[in-house]
């Protein structure tokens, strides 16, 4: 990892303003008009806590696209963390929707009691139906306050729910659920996760690239970071199901007690690591290849294999 950057006090410093931000976000109008329990049930989701490694990534990525360009990016405003938090929305929707007794029937998360178990299934199906159209205003809106011209604050939203939709998480989501209970591939499981946790964590990247109006090049090189870390990520996800417990993740049920197919099953915890470390490695040649030197981006890249929940 960077000796030289002190990533604890960068996230902490990070989440709180993705936090701040999110509190903007479920004070907005369009969620004061749902009904009180979809209100209820959204504001669960979203404020359930997590790494919020999606709009941590997303900022950080238009910081390194305008320090490239020579325009500064040190100082983030609040809008570039506005847009950042469109794609935590969808990150709580696909949890609050994966948690369902018809999917994973998960009762915990986070070491808390997930939204359904605490709001209902009724409600929690409707709040993670609502974040999808509020996200999508979200970024709308927060890439035309940053200063983006009204075709790029188009082109970040329709980037968004490219990732989020049937090319990409949900079409991942629905490979998953196809895949329990059968032993998949290592090609087969790399696709479910491009797609799955890969697609919308590479858009978070590939949105603050837009918004900072990035170049071809840039833009391929925050593309390309991004599925790799993706890759990573779910990677070590899977490390930690193999070897932590219920407690020390705060998930329950895990993927191998519903029968799904992981890296650990395939190659063993020492293979599965390798793998995860080597997609970090691709991941970092990919930003450095377009230009983009970012110590934050190289201390998260590391940070997700090294994680410990």
Known sequence: ??????LTDYLRAEVARVDAALERALDAEAVHGLAAGVRAAVAHGVRSGGKRLRPVLCVEAWRAVR??????????PDAAYDLAVSLELIHAYSLMHDDLPCMDDADLRRGQPTTWKVHGEADTVAGGVAL????????LRSARALGCTEA?????????????????MVGGQGLDLLGEDRALSSDELDELHAHKTGALLTASL??????????EAQEAALVGYGRRIGLAFQIADDVLDATASA??????????????????ALHGVDEARTRGVEQVDQGLAALSAGGLESPA??????Y??????
């Open 67 to 76: 320090r490239a360009k020579g325009l500064g990016g040190d100082a983030a």
């Open 297 to 302: 981006l190289t201390a998260l890249a590391h």
């Open 132 to 139: 999808i159209p509020l996200a999508a205003l979200q970024a």
């Open 304 to 309: 997700v294999m090294e994680r410990d929940r």
């Open 152 to 168: 790029v604050a188009r082109r970040a939203a329709e980037t968004l729910l490219g990732a989020a939709g049937s090319g990409g």
């Open 247 to 264: 407690e020390a993740l705060g998930k329950r049920p895990s993927d191998s007690d519903l029968g799904k197919s992981t890296y650990v």
């Open 206 to 215: 590939w949105v603050g690239g837009i918004a900072a109006e990035a170049s």
């Open 1 to 6: 990892m960077t000796r030289t950057f002190d």
